[in-house]
């Protein structure tokens, strides 16, 4: 079964940023994705990229400012938050599924995914 672990939430002041890691364990995975959610508020899809070709998907709200890639450690992402805003401000989530699955359609349906992190907080403060 794989695991994600999450590393590296904190606080900063809006404009700041910070940088997310995201590792699996336990077995092979084809992509990898982040996503976010807020109190009150529905969990959203970030950012997803294929870790074969590293081809990568954004959410309209991050582009521009967030940037998702994966190095040569094994089943790893890293989320790299630019310029970050009051908004961001939310647990985020790494999700992956045992097998293949389209980016885009999980960007918009969470639920798609089978298996999740426990998240990290990502606090921005203005």
């Known amino acids: 079964q794989v695991q994600l672990v999450e590393s590296g939430g904190g606080s900063v002041e809006s404009g700041g940023s910070l940088k997310l890691t995201c590792a699996a364990s336990?077995?092979?995975?084809?992509?990898m994705a982040w996503f976010r959610q807020a109190p009150g508020k529905e969990r959203e899809g970030v950012a997803c990229?294929?870790?074969?070709?590293?081809?990568?998907f954004y959410a309209e709200s991050v582009k521009g400012r967030f940037t998702i890639t994966t190095d040569n450690a094994p089943n790893t992402v890293h989320l790299q938050m630019d310029n970050l805003k009051d908004d961001d401000t939310a647990v985020y989530y790494c999700?992956?599924?045992?097998?293949?699955?389209?980016?885009?359609?999980?960007?918009?349906?969470?639920?798609?995914?089978?298996?999740w992190g426990q998240g990290t907080q990502v606090t921005v403060s203005s």
């Open positions: 336990g077995g092979r995975v084809i992509g």
């Open positions: 990229i294929y870790l074969s070709d590293r081809e990568t």
């Open positions: 999700a992956t599924d045992p097998g293949p699955f389209p980016c885009q359609i999980a960007l918009n349906s969470p639920r798609s995914l089978d298996l």
